[in-house]
């Protein structure tokens, strides 16, 4: 299991830093604004899946749904500049600038839509501001245990700062790429806020069971709020609280996401 970051506080608990998971054997590069972004392909059929990785994460968190989901579609994961085999970036990370250049890296890869969007954590953020941007783009949507826009606040009001984000201390220790997307988050976060609304799309919303710390179960609650309200978005949305899994749902429950995904790659063909 790759290595994660420890806190108590909500933000740094979902979305946990699992760094150097690898990608896949088979690398592909694309240079975007002067520089190469790996990507991997898996897959022959005709829908495409895109997955995007959370925060601190590449692509290599996406090892044990691949394979299966390839089976069934075309699987395309990559590391956002600054993770993995990517080179690193100046530009702001936020998910308009994050989306910009998924676009731009699946057009250079030959890879056309409409794409079944696949989303974890921050990355989930990064995916629901997509297919509200560009709707044309996106034939389905499957978020897994997604950053809610609007959770941060919540915590805040809810229950004391502390428990509701990192240190300037903890950040601070995080490579230079992961502190610049970290501290676009609240851009991210009012970019997607005002987006337009999630158009009909199939739609389906994984959460995790169980919390990251046993202490947070009470902050956890709140998490599971937020998720259900992600999910009301659509009233034809499908949300599964996946047993027994943790906020790596792909890690802990991979069937539970390939199901998903297969679930949402057949209602976009319908």
Same mark, same amino acid.
């Given at each position: 299991?790759?290595?994660?970051?420890?806190?108590?506080? =909500?933000?740094?608990?979902?979305?946990?830093?699992?760094? !150097?998971?690898?990608?896949?054997?088979?690398?592909?590069?694309?240079?975007?604004?002067?520089?190469?972004?790996?990507?991997?392909?898996?897959?022959?059929?005709?829908?495409?899946?895109?997955?995007?990785?959370? %925060?601190?994460?590449?692509?290599?968190? *996406?090892?044990?749904?691949?394979?299966?989901?390839?089976?069934?579609?075309?699987?395309?994961?990559?590391?956002?500049?600054?993770?993995?085999?990517?080179?690193?970036?100046?530009?702001?990370?936020?998910?308009?600038?994050?989306?910009?250049?998924?676009?731009?890296?699946?057009?250079?890869?030959? =890879?056309?839509?409409?794409?079944?969007?696949? !989303?974890?954590?921050?990355? !989930?953020?990064?995916?629901?501001?997509?297919?509200?941007?560009?709707?044309?783009?996106?034939?389905?949507?499957?978020?897994?245990?997604?950053?809610?826009?609007?959770?941060? !606040?919540?915590?805040?009001?809810?229950?004391?700062? /502390?428990?509701?984000?990192?240190? /300037?201390?903890?950040?601070?220790?995080?490579?230079?790429?992961?502190?610049?997307? *970290?501290?676009?988050?609240?851009?991210?976060?009012?970019?997607?806020?005002?987006?337009? #609304? =999630?158009?009909?799309?199939? %739609?389906?919303?994984?959460?995790?069971?169980?919390?990251?710390? #046993?202490?947070?179960?009470?902050?956890?609650?709140? *998490?599971?709020?937020?998720?259900?309200?992600?999910?009301?978005?659509?009233?034809?949305?499908?949300?599964?609280?996946?047993?027994?899994?943790?906020?790596?749902?792909?890690?802990?429950?991979?069937?539970?996401?390939?199901?998903?995904?297969?679930?949402?790659? @057949?209602?976009?063909? @319908?």
């Amino acid at each position: 299991m790759s290595k994660r970051l420890q806190s108590r506080s =909500l933000l740094l608990i979902v979305l946990m830093a699992a760094v !150097g998971c690898g990608g896949g054997e088979t690398t592909d590069f694309v240079v975007i604004d002067g520089r190469r972004v790996a990507f991997e392909v898996a897959g022959y059929r005709s829908a495409t899946v895109v997955f995007e990785s959370g %925060f601190g994460n590449d692509r290599g968190v *996406w090892s044990s749904v691949l394979g299966d989901v390839s089976t069934f579609a075309r699987a395309f994961r990559y590391d956002r500049p600054g993770y993995g085999a990517s080179d690193s970036t100046m530009t702001p990370r936020t998910a308009s600038q994050i989306v910009s250049e998924l676009r731009a890296t699946l057009s250079a890869a030959g =890879l056309d839509p409409p794409y079944v969007l696949v !989303g974890h954590s921050l990355g !989930g953020m990064y995916m629901e501001y997509y297919a509200k941007t560009f709707p044309e783009e996106v034939s389905a949507l499957v978020l897994v245990d997604s950053k809610p826009a609007d959770v941060y !606040g919540r915590c805040v009001a809810e229950f004391n700062a /502390d428990r509701c984000g990192p240190s /300037d201390d903890q950040v601070d220790g995080l490579p230079a790429h992961m502190q610049a997307e *970290w501290r676009a988050i609240p851009q991210a976060e009012m970019e997607l806020m005002a987006a337009l #609304p =999630l158009r009909p799309m199939p %739609f389906f919303v994984l959460s995790a069971e169980l919390p990251e710390d #046993p202490t947070g179960s009470d902050v956890h609650e709140l *998490w599971l709020q937020a998720q259900a309200d992600l999910a009301a978005q659509l009233p034809t949305s499908v949300h599964i609280v996946v047993p027994g899994s943790r906020h790596y749902i792909q890690l802990d429950a991979p069937q539970a996401v390939i199901d998903a995904v297969r679930s949402a790659v @057949d209602a976009a063909s @319908d």
